[in-house]
């Protein structure tokens, strides 16, 4: 039977949502398998990362979906999907919190994020460590690909009031005056994009599993190209870097 995650506002997870089957109506087929979720800054997930048999990736707009079921996401036709190269830019500051650490703003170890939580609108509600911890979007300070911090015991603190304070000396006409300026908004720093390449032709000391537990890369296999972009997808660069040889 059909069951519609989002209705009535039922939440749905990351995990209900990863390896669903993605199914145009026009096209009547099987167009791709969801491997990953990428969020945007209003922490809301913008884009389901499909997979052909590993050789091709596509991105689908939320957006685009026109039901999500019980392992199925469907959409009206293939035109919903575009090549994930064709949206480079667009998805570059997107992250996937799965698998961060999650640490407390007191400076405490909390795990790792193994699900997500998300709204009838793909909005993040909670995250849940592996544990089983349940922490509200509504608490946390700051989140990325590699970390989230959390503030549980004590009132939460603005984003803005931990930015470095930039200081611009501006000289006068007369080349004697200096004026200081200190910026004041709170604009977030870019993300910085790393090359990731130098992991080519290495090879790994243990195997590297997805969110689903399917292997990426088996143990003493060399890394290409193909194995580094299907570990970037999935969020697994930080660990194909740290079992490298």
Same mark, same amino acid.
């Given at each position: 039977?059909?069951?519609?995650?989002?209705?009535?506002?039922?939440?749905?997870?990351?995990?209900?949502?990863?390896?669903?089957?993605?199914?145009?109506?026009?096209?009547?087929?099987?167009?791709?398998?969801?491997?990953?979720?990428?969020?945007?800054?209003?922490?809301?997930?913008?884009?389901?990362?499909?997979?052909?048999?590993?050789?091709?990736?596509?991105?689908?707009?939320?957006?685009?979906?026109?039901?999500?079921?019980?392992?199925?996401?469907?959409?009206?036709?293939?035109?919903?999907?575009?090549?994930?190269?064709?949206?480079?830019?667009?998805?570059?500051?997107?992250?996937?919190?799965?698998?961060?650490?999650?640490?407390?703003?007191?400076?405490?170890?909390?795990?790792?994020?193994?699900?997500?939580?998300?709204? %009838? !609108?793909?909005? #993040?509600?909670?995250?849940? *460590?592996?544990?089983?911890? +349940?922490?509200? /979007?509504?608490?946390?300070?700051? @989140?990325?690909?590699?970390?989230?911090?959390?503030c549980e015991n004590e009132k939460k603190p603005k984003?803005?009031?931990?930015? %470095? !304070?930039?200081? #611009?000396?501006?000289?006068? *006409?007369?080349?004697?005056? +200096?004026?200081? /300026?200190?910026?004041?908004?709170? @604009?977030?720093?870019?993300?910085?994009?790393?090359?990731?390449?130098?992991?080519?032709?290495?090879?790994?000391?243990?195997?590297?599993?997805?969110?689903?537990?399917?292997?990426?890369?088996?143990?003493n296999q060399i890394i290409n190209s193909k194995i580094?972009?299907?570990?970037?997808?999935?969020?697994?660069?930080?660990?194909?870097?740290?079992?490298?040889?």
């Amino acid at each position: 039977m059909f069951l519609n995650l989002f209705c009535g506002g039922i939440m749905s997870k990351v995990s209900s949502i990863i390896s669903s089957y993605v199914v145009s109506v026009f096209n009547g087929q099987i167009e791709g398998v969801v491997s990953n979720i990428l969020f945007n800054e209003k922490k809301r997930a913008k884009w389901l990362i499909l997979s052909q048999n590993d050789e091709q990736f596509w991105v689908l707009d939320t957006s685009k979906i026109y039901k999500m079921g019980d392992g199925a996401v469907i959409i009206k036709n293939s035109a919903a999907l575009n090549l994930m190269e064709s949206k480079e830019l667009e998805i570059k500051n997107c992250f996937s919190p799965i698998n961060s650490i999650i640490v407390s703003i007191e400076g405490n170890f909390l795990g790792y994020i193994a699900d997500i939580e998300l709204d %009838e !609108k793909f909005n #993040i509600k909670n995250f849940v *460590s592996r544990d089983g911890q +349940v922490f509200n /979007l509504g608490n946390i300070v700051n @989140i990325s690909d590699s970390a989230i911090i959390t503030c549980e015991n004590e009132k939460k603190p603005k984003l803005g009031t931990f930015k %470095e !304070k930039a200081k #611009i000396e501006i000289p006068k *006409s007369n080349n004697k005056v +200096v004026e200081i /300026l200190e910026k004041t908004d709170t @604009i977030l720093p870019n993300r910085t994009i790393m090359n990731y390449n130098f992991l080519i032709n290495r090879k790994v000391s243990k195997n590297i599993v997805n969110f689903n537990g399917e292997i990426i890369i088996k143990e003493n296999q060399i890394i290409n190209s193909k194995i580094l972009d299907i570990a970037r997808i999935n969020g697994k660069i930080r660990e194909l870097t740290k079992y490298s040889i």
